[in-house]
Every structure is written in structure tokens, then in C-alpha cells.
């Protein structure tokens, strides 16, 4: 038993809930397996803890991979075209582009040295190999572990079974000094003293613990299952109910048990011991792809035999009875069940009759939050609106899904996706919902206010993209389809695209006069969130044009719209422009303070585009105040950002060449190589690491690179690993071992330390890793 927290490396695995128990062989040999096939499936029955094995042994190997370990749940997924925006929001990308391509996620894992777990392919087999396929050919430093129901089918895969826990045999006498031999007496002994703290193995338990283990096959989530039972019965009573239900379904034969039929009989026998009114929550459960609140249960599962005062009290006997887990996420309990009880309750929710009823309450809640979004998200509550949708990403998807296979809804979806899309922009999916606005346009054939108010939205997350045809072409088709062309709001919605364009054309005379044009439709028609995002553009356009009075003018003036009703994201960008204006007047000072001030308001958003912005904005600051050392380290940590988003300072010629003018002057101060150190020092930061820097809490040290000594190591941070292993007498095939990597890439890291450094031996090697710790250097 161990527990494993991986919480100071990259990923987004974070620390077991529960002890690992057992599986010891198991994991060192899947590292050995990783350590010499670049793809690695384990497959198994339901039940047999694929996925607890694949999470204990990336927790194990969080250490080994500069840039992180990443678990990616496909259980929610019922659409292949969605596996590489799914990998690609876990791994924290926000892609800007025309189309969310296997390519361009290839692109990004290319250069780094990444472990992704892929969790329950089977259903999406295909899709997966293809995916996997394609980013292992084009990712040299990338592995793979998936865990699934049958094999990828891939060149190279190595498969790996998973067997059920270990056991004592039929004839063995267990005792309590024997007990702890068998892995699976080892999860039953663990897991019944949380049901029961004053449960103890003796020689006289552990016998009937080893029977009812071995009557289960030694299957994790059997076990698990059964000793939810020992809240109400005995050992011995426990062991008499399984063997009772066994035989039956055996025919009283001697002949072993099918393990997923043990599984499904386990399953069965939760179901039968739950009440009515359990048995008419878990069957509707089934209904949310993963995790779900209390409230969404209460407006979902409720009808009899349930009322919404009972919810609470069902779920918690639920999770009682192991069919549910619970956890917080932003304050708020979560529930979750496993795939497989999943399946078990959709079974029944059918057998019911009552599949199609609780999928409209599934779509009819999720649309009714989303049609919220909009018209709440001008005020003071933006950070916890966000907070609360976040985690109903997986139900969206399911309730879109359901409304784009239902004529009767196709409107309805079309107005949900356009409902989503501050949602869309925050959490950097904007082009899921380009897929989405795609699917339902084609769908519906007659023009309409949905499908006028779909173009218009999608034409705008274009432009965010810098898809400038595409969106010229929705914008046209949104004109054709109007129904009513003097509509105030479309005529807003149209005047703003028109603006936006003309500024991406670099017409910023037209896109001020439009845009000005644009925010006065939007006060007209009562929707000044709308008014404020064309304001943060119409502000650009006046900065690049070289009118700083009138931007500030307005800059203020939206700023105090904000402040009246404690609006955040708006006025987070009229402030970063603000900050560019001032940085323009040469007050250096107060815009340093702006950027500040932008970066502790924002960080509760966390938008990744206003902090790329803000640490762009103070490494040109930087650099024309001669820190040219902080500049280059600015200036990586946004370009990793803007790297991940797709986007390059808005698009705006004038933000383009105060980021190039930039570079120039850090370079002739500092030279080509100190400036290549220092956008490596540390260009993946979170909102607090680069609040500090920014505030100069954790100024970088540089020492010239002419006699004194560097403070910061010129190796990648794969390379720094490198060299301390090296510095510790290891072979390049011990190397290789001990991060998981071929021989040959060991060979390569090597040689290129050595050059890096202008050595000529590994002994010099140890000697300057060895300095490097001496005078606090971050080598290793």
C-alpha cells in the first residue's frame, strides 16, 4: 500500500484520494515496458483497476517527464472528432486557428518530453489509434499508456493484460501472518476498516476475508463493492450471501465463474440491496457523462419514487454503498460514478422505459443554465459563473449531441452554442464551438433568428482565430439569412463584424468609425457586455492609429462602467490598455503598476490571453528600462502562451512591432545565446509565478556570460536531468532507464550537454553540475 503525490511536477494528475494497494510487480513492469515501447495499452476486464494501475505508475513517473504527466478521461467522449481537443484542453492548450487538427497537437508535443494517459479508448478504438498513431510519429520524446477493453492494433504497441488481484489458493489456510501475501486480502482488509474502523484480520477472520476474495475473483471494484456490505453484515454473513448467489448462477456446478460474469452478479446483487428510491437514482444518474451536482440531480433524477427533498439522502446512501464517489470542485460537491455502474444504470434507466424522459430533463436543464450565461455575465459574479461551468463541459456536450439528433431541437441547440460563448472563449474552446455552430447549421435548412444569431457568433470566434474568410463568409450568409435586417440587435451584432474586419484588414480609420458605430447599437439595444468587448477593440484601434487622448478618454469611461457593476473581464483589458498608453507616454512607472493591477484582478479568470498581454507588455517595459535579462524571460513565458492560443498580440501591426523592437534590444544587450536562456528560464508559469515576476517578488539572476558566474543553467530542463544523472556515474543506458527514454535519445542528450557546454568529458560534466548546485543554480 502507497500513496503517491506528484504535486510538485507538471501534469494534472494530482495525489491519490484513496490508497493504491498492491500491484507492486505490476507497475515496475509497465515502467520497464515504458522505458522501452513508446506506446504501452493495458487491457482487462471491467473492473480489474486498469485505470488505478495507469494512474499509480504516471504518479511514479511524474519525476521523468520535463513536461508533465497528463490523464485524459475518455469515458465522457462519444465523439471521435472531439479526442484531440479534448487531449488538447487537458494538456492546457487553447488553439486560435482555422481547425483543431491531430496536427497541430502533433506540432506542440513535437520538441517535449510528455507522458499522456489516455483512460477507456475501447469505444472510441478507432479515433484513438488513429490519434496515437499520429502523434507518436511526429513526437519523438512523447510515450503513450492507454488502458482499454481491447488493444489499439498500432506497430509497436506493447499490450499489457491486467489480471485481477492476487490470491490464496482454494486449499490454502490463510492466517493473519499469511494475509498479507494476497494483494486482494490486502484491498479488502483496507477498504473494510474505512466501513468499519473497529474491523481487525486475525487467524480467525482472515480464512472467510480470503474466501470471500477468492469467491470474487480477486476484482478491485468486486471487492470494493462487497465490503460496502459490511456495514450491515457479518463476515461470515457476507461470504454465505456470495456463495448463495454463486452457486445459483453457476447451476450449483464446481465450474469457475467468468470473471465479468462475477462482475455483473456483484453489480446486481449492489442493485438488489439498494432501496427503491437508490435503485431510481442510479439508474437516472446514468444519464451524466461524468461528474454531476446536487443541484442538476435535484431538477434531473427527481419523480417517483423520488422527491427533491429526498436527493441528498439517496445520494449519500449511494455513496455508502460505493456505487458513488464525491469530491469538491470550486467549493461544490461533485458526484461520480464508474464507467461500468454507468452502463449498469443506463441498462435499467431503459429497462424502465425511462431513457428518453430523463435525457429531455438532461437537455432542458443544461440549455435553461446556458441561456443564463449571457445575460448574468455583465456583474460582479463573473469569476464564480465560470467556476460553476467549468466543470459541466462533459454535460454540454451530451446535451448538444441530444438536440442535434432531435429535428424539434435543432434551433434550440444553434441558440445553446451561441448561448456558451463567453464559456467558449474563456476555457479556450472556441473551436469546439465552430464544430458545433457547423453541425447545426448543416442541419437546418430554413433561415430564422437562430441561424442568423449562429453565423454571427460563429464569424466572431473566426476572427478570434484569425480565420478572416470563413468569418467574412458567415458574415455574409448571416445577412442573407436575417429575417428582420433592422433587428436592433443584429444590426449591432453586424456592425461589430464589420469593425473587427476592418481592423484585421488594417483599415483602422473604417474599423474606428464602425466599431463607435457598433457600441452605440449595443447601449440601444440594452446589451452593454457586448458594448464593453467592442470597446476593448474600438481601444486598440485607437492606440495603433496614435490617438492615446481619445483611447484614454474611452479607457476610463469603460473602466467606470465596469466599476458600477463590479464587471472584471472588461475592465481587465481597458486597463492592460491603459497600461499601453501609458507605456507609449513613457510612464513607465505607471504602467508597470496597470500591469500589476491587470494581473491580480484577471488571475480569478484565468485568461490566457490577458496574461500573455500583460507579461508582454512588461518585458517591452524591460527592456526599455535597460533589464533586458527579465525582458527575454518575460518574453518566453508569453510566447509559450501564445504558442498554446494560436494568437499574436491581436493581430495588431503596431503590438507586432513593440514585441519585435523588443527582441532587438535584448538581444544587442544581451547577445543571441543570453537571450535564448532566457526565454528558456521558465516559460510555462502559473498566474501566481508570473504575478511575481512581474511584480519583481522573483527577479531572475543573470550574470554576464562574460567570466561571472550564470546563475541559471543553458540546458533545456530534459538536458538539466541529463546531467545530473551523469553526474552521478550513470551510464547512457542507465540514463535512458531511469527517465524512460531509448538509448540512442540518452546518447543524443549527451551530446549535445557536451556541446552546449564546450566540454569534452563526462567528468567535466559532474564537476559543473556540482558547481552549479554550489552557487544555487536550478540545474536539477
Not at 444569431?453 to 470566434?461: E, H, I, V, W
Request: net charge negative; proline share 3%.
Amino acid at each position: 500500500m502507497s500513496t503517491v503525490s506528484p504535486a510538485h511536477y507538471g501534469g494534472n494528475l494530482g495525489a491519490e484520494i484513496t490508497s493504491f494497494v498492491g500491484r507492486r510487480q505490476e507497475v515496475e513492469q509497465i515502467k520497464r515496458h515504458l522505458a522501452t515501447s513508446r506506446l504501452v495499452t493495458l487491457t482487462g476486464v471491467g473492473g480489474v483497476g486498469k485505470t488505478r494501475l495507469a494512474r499509480s505508475v504516471a504518479n511514479r513517473l511524474a519525476r521523468q517527464f520535463g513536461d508533465g504527466v497528463w490523464f485524459v478521461d475518455l469515458a465522457p467522449l462519444q465523439d471521435e472528432g472531439l479526442l484531440a481537443p479534448t487531449v488538447a484542453t487537458v494538456l492546457g492548450l487553447q488553439h486560435r486557428g482555422a481547425g483543431w487538427t491531430v496536427s497541430v497537437l502533433a506540432d506542440y508535443l513535437r520538441d517535449r518530453t510528455t507522458l499522456i494517459v489516455l483512460d477507456g479508448c475501447e469505444h472510441l478504438i478507432n479515433g484513438c489509434a488513429v490519434l496515437v498513431d499520429s502523434l507518436l510519429r511526429h513526437a519523438p520524446e512523447l510515450r503513450i499508456m492507454t488502458t482499454s477493453r481491447e488493444a489499439l492494433g498500432l506497430t509497436g504497441e506493447r499490450v499489457y493484460q491486467v489480471l485481477p488481484l492476487s490470491l490464496p489458493g482454494d486449499n490454502l489456510t490463510v492466517t493473519k501472518a499469511t494475509a498479507n501475501n494476497y494483494e486482494a486480502v490486502d484491498l479488502f482488509v483496507e477498504r473494510a476498516m474505512t466501513v468499519r474502523p473497529t474491523f481487525e484480520l486475525t487467524d480467525v477472520t482472515a480464512p472467510v476475508v480470503a474466501a470471500i476474495c477468492h469467491r470474487l475473483d480477486g476484482i478491485p471494484l468486486a471487492i470494493e463493492l462487497a465490503v460496502s456490505r459490511l456495514n450491515a453484515l457479518s463476515l461470515d454473513e457476507l461470504l454465505a450471501r456470495l456463495q448463495d448467489r454463486f452457486k445459483l448462477l453457476v447451476g450449483g456446478s464446481a465450474a469457475a465463474l467468468p470473471r465479468h460474469k462475477t462482475l455483473k452478479e456483484l453489480i446486481s446483487w449492489s442493485w438488489e440491496l439498494c432501496t427503491q428510491e437508490e435503485r431510481a437514482l442510479w439508474a437516472r444518474a446514468s444519464v451524466f457523462p461524468s461528474d454531476f451536482s446536487l443541484r442538476s440531480a435535484e431538477d434531473i433524477c427527481v419523480g417517483a419514487p423520488l422527491d427533491r427533498e429526498s436527493i441528498l439522502d439517496v445520494l449519500s446512501g449511494l455513496i455508502a454503498k460505493t456505487i458513488l464517489t464525491v469530491h469538491e470542485s470550486g467549493g461544490v460537491a461533485r458526484y461520480r460514478m464508474l464507467d461500468t455502474l454507468r452502463q449498469f444504470g443506463k441498462a435499467k434507466l431503459t429497462e424502465f422505459g425511462e431513457d428518453i424522459a430523463v435525457r429531455d430533463l438532461h437537455f432542458d436543464y443544461f440549455q435553461r443554465m446556458a441561456s443564463t450565461l449571457e445575460e448574468t455575465w455583465f456583474g460582479d459574479r463573473q469569476a464564480e459563473l465560470l467556476d460553476s461551468f467549468r466543470p459541466e463541459h462533459d454535460n454540454f456536450r451530451v446535451a448538444l449531441a441530444s438536440a442535434f439528433e432531435d429535428p424539434s431541437r435543432y434551433a434550440l441547440g444553434l441558440n445553446m452554442v451561441a448561448d456558451l460563448w463567453v464559456f467558449w472563449m474563456a476555457t479556450g474552446r472556441a473551436n469546439e464551438a465552430r464544430r458545433w455552430f457547423d453541425r447545426g447549421l448543416r442541419l437546418i435548412d430554413v433561415s430564422g433568428p437562430e441561424q442568423t444569431r449562429a453565423l454571427q457568433t460563429c464569424a466572431y470566434l473566426c476572427l478570434m482565430e484569425s480565420d478572416y474568410d470563413n468569418a467574412t463568409r458567415m458574415v455574409r450568409q448571416a445577412r442573407r439569412a436575417a429575417a428582420d435586417a433592422t433587428d436592433p440587435d443584429f444590426v449591432a451584432r453586424t456592425t461589430q463584424l464589420a469593425g473587427l474586419t476592418a481592423m484585421y484588414d488594417r483599415d483602422l480609420v473604417r474599423a474606428e468609425s464602425l466599431l463607435i458605430e457598433a457600441i452605440s447599437y449595443h447601449l440601444a439595444a440594452g446589451n452593454a457586455a457586448a458594448s464593453l468587448d467592442t470597446a476593448f477593440s474600438l481601444l486598440v484601434v485607437q492606440v495603433a492609429r496614435g490617438d492615446l487622448a481619445t483611447a484614454e478618454n474611452y479607457c476610463r469611461e469603460a473602466i467606470k462602467v465596469c466599476d458600477a457593476h463590479g464587471e472584471r473581464w472588461s475592465k481587465s483589458y481597458a486597463t492592460w490598455v491603459a497600461a499601453l498608453i501609458s507605456f507609449q507616454r513613457s510612464c513607465i512607472e505607471e504602467a508597470r503598476i496597470l500591469c500589476q493591477d491587470v494581473l491580480a484582478v484577471g488571475r480569478r479568470l484565468s485568461d490566457p490571453w490577458l496574461t500573455a498581454s500583460c507579461l508582454e507588455l512588461m518585458a517591452w517595459i524591460d527592456a526599455a528600462t535597460g533589464n533586458a535579462w527579465r525582458s527575454a524571460c518575460l518574453v518566453g513565458a508569453a510566447n509559450e502562451i501564445w504558442r498554446r492560443t494560436g494568437g499574436v498580440l491581436f493581430g495588431i501591426e503596431l503590438l507586432v512591432n513593440f514585441h519585435n523592437q523588443c527582441v532587438a534590444t535584448c538581444i544587442a544587450q544581451l547577445g543571441e545565446e543570453d537571450f535564448e536562456r532566457g526565454l528558456r528560464f521558465r516559460p510555462s508559469l502559473s498566474l501566481d509565478e508570473a504575478l511575481a515576476l512581474v511584480r519583481g517578488d522573483e527577479a531572475p539572476h543573470h550574470g554576464s556570460s562574460r567570466g561571472q558566474t550564470q546563475s541559471l543553467t543553458p540546458l533545456t530542463p530534459r538536458e538539466g536531468q541529463v546531467a545530473v544523472l551523469v553526474a552521478r556515474g550513470m551510464t547512457n543506458k542507465e540514463v535512458a532507464e531511469a527517465l524512460v527514454i531509448s538509448q540512442r535519445t540518452a546518447e543524443a542528450h549527451v551530446e549535445r550537454i557536451l556541446r552546449r557546454l564546450n566540454f569534452r568529458s563526462r567528468a567535466q560534466v559532474a564537476s559543473w553540475v556540482v558547481e552549479q548546485r554550489r552557487t544555487g543554480s536550478d540545474a536539477d
